[in-house]
């Protein structure tokens, strides 16, 4: 079974920067892809970003130009730069990976990004 422990979240003010990391237990080569969900409070979770083994990247349309994803293969970790952060993008953010036959994704734990001033 694998781990995924993500790291980086915190307190930052509008127009601020934060970079989420996600560190896997084994190989990220093993996956199908990987990426970042967010789930605001009251919300439903949404995708954010995710990566593809081939190293495609996917950023979704409401963090397009401010977010972008990238992954260290020596380290096994993916990592979620986050730029010019709105209040909007406050949410528990949740590393996943996706493998196996069917496809399913394992969820890390979450960190929470407050974007406030």
């Known amino acids: 079974q694998v781990q995924l422990v993500e790291s980086g979240g915190g307190l930052v003010q509008p127009g601020g920067s934060l970079r989420l990391s996600c560190a896997a237990s084994?190989?990220?080569?093993?996956?199908?892809?990987m990426g970042w969900h967010r789930q605001a409070p009251g919300k439903e979770r949404e995708w954010v970003a995710s990566?593809?083994?081939?190293?495609?990247?996917n950023v979704a349309d409401s963090v397009k130009d401010r977010f972008t994803m990238s992954r260290d293969n020596a380290k096994n970790t993916v990592t979620l730069q986050m730029n010019s952060l709105k209040p909007e993008d406050t949410a528990v953010y949740y590393c996943y990976a996706l493998s196996g036959i069917p496809p399913r994704k394992t969820w890390g734990q979450g960190t929470l990004v407050t974007v406030s001033s």
């Open positions: 084994r190989s990220i080569f093993s996956f199908n892809a």
């Open positions: 990566i593809t083994s081939g190293g495609s990247t």
